[in-house]
């Protein structure tokens, strides 16, 4: 499965170039502003609001902080379950797009050279 592989590992040079960008933006944004997170904005106004102590402001603040690690923990849990659900339909696509290079874009003669081709390719996916 050539066409598998390949698309696998463009997948993955794509990820970490994304991820790279992104890191890059987020350090240069956090280094650069001031902003605040939303949650810090909602601290204030409970604080406020409610006149609360400095130390049940602290604890507020751990609170909100716990409020947010679960929230990333969650969301990060879905989405591998969403990636492990595709996985077998990419399959699937990867197969039939294989297939079809085989059987109907390159002549028959050059077939069996692309099985040995893709071969290892596919050993190496797997």
Known sequence: MGLVKDLRFWSIVLAAAWFLVGLGVGVAVSERSD?????????DTLSARFDLAPNRRRVLLQLLDQYE??????????????????????????????????????????????????????????
Request: hydrophobic fraction near 30%.
């Open 35 to 43: 902003t605040r997170s939303p949650l810090e904005d909602y601290a």
């Open 69 to 126: 690690t679960e929230r990333e923990e969650i969301r990060h849990r879905h989405l591998a379950r969403t990636r492990d659900a595709m996985e077998p339909d990419l399959r699937a696509l990867d197969a039939r797009f294989e297939s079809t290079i085989r059987n109907t874009i390159l002549p028959p003669e050059q077939r069996e050279r692309y099985d040995a081709f893709a071969r290892p390719l596919a050993q190496v996916s797997s």
